[in-house]
């Protein structure tokens, strides 16, 4: 059993970092949100989070293949940013949405803010494990 | 990409939009103005002026993270590359007294709108508030993150 570097502190921390490269690209189109021509950005990492979990290191046992196979190791490929290219665009060519953009942002926090205390709360029992409990 | 990479594209943000409101002060402040500029001896009213914004895309990182072929680059947020001057024909009011009638009788007065410049004030303003909004998330996500491991 490794302590610090198993499969769901390593996912936690790429989950930060994703979503604090989300946090920029939102930064990003927010502070463009008047420049003609600009294109929004898009921070896109979930599908890796769902890919991570496709390889098998944990396998559930099944008692089907139809079963959907769950369990699964770290990819270590980091979150890309792309352009939104299925959006409406404005008169003046700009296609950043300030509404989809704000709520984006506020989801953000909350998913930062969750993983967060989600690592705390491992560090936690890290820590009563190491105390023996005390 | 440094940690305050996200505080510094809102800054030019806050900025760019500053210099926005700057104009339309200017603009609005000179609604009446006859003689803006000397021209071949002759006074020229104030002519508008206007902000373009660009993506502040000519930096060092930027391009560092374009040669490398990486894509996880979000930008460097926005700068004011020029400040135009609207070429829209000045309005012309019949002021005989005026001191800058032409000889008809005629005053041309600048090309500024105030309603057009309320429009424009109305949107720095709300801008702005956008991205003080995104500072403070920021600020906070960064606040939180000191927090990991303090249990």
Redesign the interface.
């Given at each position: 059993m490794k302590i610090f570097s198993n499969p769901s502190q390593q996912l936690l921390e790429q989950s930060?970092n994703a979503?604090?490269?989300r946090?920029?690209?939102?930064?990003?189109n927010?502070?463009?949100?008047?420049?003609?021509n600009?294109k929004a950005?898009k921070?896109i990492f979930k599908h890796q989070l769902d890919k991570a979990l496709e390889g098998q290191r944990l396998s559930a046992y099944r008692t089907d293949d139809r079963h959907i196979p769950f369990g699964g190791k770290v990819s270590t490929s980091?979150?890309?940013?792309?352009s939104r290219k299925d959006t409406m665009f404005n008169h003046n060519g700009n296609n950043v949405d300030?509404e989809h953009e704000?709520s984006e942002?506020a989801k953000n926090?909350i998913y930062?803010?969750a993983m967060?205390e989600r690592?705390?709360g491992r560090?936690?029992s890290l820590?009563t494990v190491i105390g023996g409990g005390k | 990409m440094t940690i305050f990479h996200g505080f510094n594209t809102t800054a030019s943000a806050l900025t760019a939009q500053r210099l926005r409101m700057d104009v339309v002060a200017s603009n609005m402040a000179n609604v009446d103005t006859t003689r803006g500029r000397f021209v071949n001896g002759e006074w020229e009213p104030y002519k508008r002026k206007m902000v373009v914004m660009q993506p502040n895309e000519n930096r060092f990182s930027t391009h560092l993270s374009k040669a490398m072929g990486r894509s996880d680059h979000p930008g460097n947020g926005v700068k004011v590359s020029r400040i135009v001057e609207d070429q829209t024909p000045f309005k012309l009011v019949y002021q005989p007294d005026h001191p800058d009638a032409n000889a008809e009788g005629y005053v041309s007065l600048p090309n500024v709108d105030p309603l057009k410049e309320m429009v424009d004030m109305m949107s720095a303003t709300r801008s702005y508030e956008a991205n003080v909004t995104t500072l403070n998330a920021t600020k906070n996500m960064l606040m939180k993150a000191l927090e990991i491991g303090k249990g």
């Open positions: 930060l979503a604090s490269l946090q920029k690209t939102i930064s990003q927010i502070a463009n949100v008047d420049t003609p600009y950005k921070t980091p979150a890309v940013v792309v300030i704000m942002m926090q930062y803010n967060i690592l705390n560090f936690n820590k | -």
